[in-house]
């Protein structure tokens, strides 16, 4: 691997580390992640497939409340890295990004307590009234979650495709890589199962069956389902309207039973 | 009554620092720094000295919710913060305790909307691409989520900034429930789709074995059977088995290690194939 590889390298893995507390641009995401990683080492297409793949185990993989999500980007960059450079299967790179997403968080919770002590830095600097201080130990926080994934990174960028790590990752035994493999066909549905709970709606449950058994009799595709869906939010938005329309005619009695702002004008939500 | 009045400008360097709240993510205080620096616009505007001292103090504070929804809980509390500085009687409690209240609600809402309905589904549509080793796939992913999540950002510090605390009653009205209700229906629906379309389960394990009337072999495996009676039935069970499971609390990881178990025992006796 060139020198401007490993510094291209370095900085894609920061930015992922980044993304990854921050949670906004979405660049620690295994499809955004693994592509990139798969640009700058030289094989894009291998990057977006395995990158698409650990997308689909990763779904549901969020930070809610306090709960926090198994490491994404640390678990992308790196089994891109092996896959790549080491020259092993997606497979075999979808088995590894597990291991490695514990890793991830492991050292994710490791930045995210060091940060306290910055916490505290900022108390004094708010004391002096010193904004720039305050600013200083938000970076602070975030450098270090850069630093998380991109030094481990460059670590395996320099033994990888070596033999000692090729013959230890060949000498797995069939009976695992092919296990891991079938187990990767529905790891998927944990992902699944973090967003259904996630919306806890046991009455919203019908919807639910209802994708499953047209996915199940039709071919459809996504862009299907998402406009079935649309329809069918319409259709119980509606629904929730004329509930609350016939509460407020009891409540009243019986008058005014109009629905009034019966349209749902978006620019009101924001 | 005084004349402090925070500009357009200030309120697109709130927009801007918001995409960072959650760089100093910590145990602590959680988004507390993060919150404290996105609104350093809007306070060293209509504060000085020892008051936008106190100001930064009392934004150290706790803060946690989804980063996107907290855009508007910024433009709320930078309207209040304006009208405290112009002299209204707004106390450093009255300041805290909209913010801490509204934490819970907007993460009711923002959660199941973004993390729970619009990443998944538009991750699920980019990585099926992508999948098929095309660039389009990570650009859908990465463009569609960009633009609704900078729009969510931007509108969220204008109409809350601009609304103040009206808007504050309005979030547990009828409006926001209609919108969450509606994004956890499409989700859902979804998410159905997938559990049937995305998964691959496959037990070729022989239940029965015979040569028919017209001299031809049966062969007839367990998915056959199960393809007969409902095809996707083995990964709907999977998937209720993991909702409960996480429920009581499972770590997701745990779960994953323990599904890649489950793949290499089963394939290792030909359950699974």
């Known amino acids: 691997m060139s020198e401007v590889q490993l510094i291209l390298l370095f900085i894609v893995a920061a930015i992922t580390g980044m993304a990854s507390v921050l949670d906004e641009m979405q660049f620690h995401r295994p499809v955004v992640a693994c592509t990139m990683t798969g640009m700058v080492l030289g094989d894009t297409t291998t990057g977006v497939i395995l990158g698409g793949t650990l997308e689909m185990m990763a779904l549901g993989w969020m930070n809610v409340g306090a709960a926090m999500a198994p490491d994404a980007a640390l678990a992308s960059v790196v089994s891109a890295i092996l896959v790549i450079v080491g020259h092993q299967d997606i497979s075999a790179g979808i088995a590894l990004a597990v291991p490695l997403a514990a890793a991830g968080q492991v050292l994710t919770i490791f930045v995210r307590t060091i940060t306290v002590f910055f916490q505290h830095l900022a108390d004094k600097y708010a004391d002096e009234g010193s904004m720039r201080g305050i600013e200083m130990c938000h970076l602070a926080g975030l450098i270090l979650q850069a630093l998380r994934v991109a030094l481990p990174a460059i670590a395996i960028a320099m033994v990888a495709g070596t033999d000692t790590v090729n013959n230890a990752l060949n000498a797995i035994p069939e009976v695992i890589t092919r296990g891991l493999q079938v187990a990767g066909g529905f790891i998927v549905v944990v992902g699944y199962a973090m967003v259904i709970n996630l919306m806890n709606a046991q009455k919203l449950m019908v919807y639910f069956f209802l994708g499953f058994l047209i996915a199940v009799f039709t071919d459809v595709n996504l862009i299907g389902f998402g406009a079935i869906g649309a329809i069918c939010a319409w259709f119980h938005i509606k629904d929730m309207q004329k509930d609350i329309a016939i509460e407020e005619a009891a409540k009243t009695g019986g008058g005014g039973g109009a629905v009034e702002g019966a349209d749902i004008d978006d620019s009101d939500l924001m | ?273």
């Open chain 2, 1 to 273: 009554m005084g004349d402090k009045k925070v500009t357009k400008n200030d309120l697109f360097w709130v927009f801007i620092r918001s995409n960072f709240l959650l760089g100093s993510f910590n145990f602590e205080r959680m988004q507390a720094m993060g919150f404290c620096v996105a609104m350093m616009p809007i306070l060293k505007r209509v504060y000085s000295g020892d008051d936008l001292k106190a100001a930064l103090k009392r934004h150290l504070e706790f803060f946690n919710t989804q980063p996107f929804v907290a855009a508007a809980i910024m433009g709320i509390i930078g309207a209040m913060e304006e009208q405290k500085a112009n002299g209204a009687n707004i106390s450093a409690a009255t300041l805290s305790g909209v913010k801490v209240g509204l934490i819970g609600p907007l993460a009711g809402v923002g959660d199941p909307i973004f993390w729970g309905t619009i990443r998944p589904v538009l991750a699920a549509l980019g990585a099926g691409i992508a999948m098929t080793g095309s660039l389009i796939g990570p650009f859908i992913f990465f463009i569609g989520f960009n633009i609704i999540r900078l729009l969510t950002h931007w509108y969220g510090v204008k109409y809350g900034y601009e609304k103040g605390t009206e808007l504050v009653e309005n979030i547990g009205g009828n409006e926001m429930h209609f919108l969450t209700e509606g994004a956890s229906v499409l989700g859902l629906l979804v998410m159905g789709a997938l559990v049937a379309k995305w998964t691959t389960v496959n037990m070729p394990l022989v239940i029965s074995e015979y040569d028919n009337s017209a001299g031809e072999h049966v062969v007839t495996t367990l998915q056959n059977i199960l393809d007969s009676l409902m095809p996707g039935m083995v990964a709907l069970f999977m998937t209720f088995a993991c909702m409960w499971l996480l429920k009581r609390g499972v770590n997701p990881l745990v779960i994953i290690i323990g599904l890649f178990v489950i793949g290499i025992v089963g394939y290792a006796i030909g359950l699974f194939a």
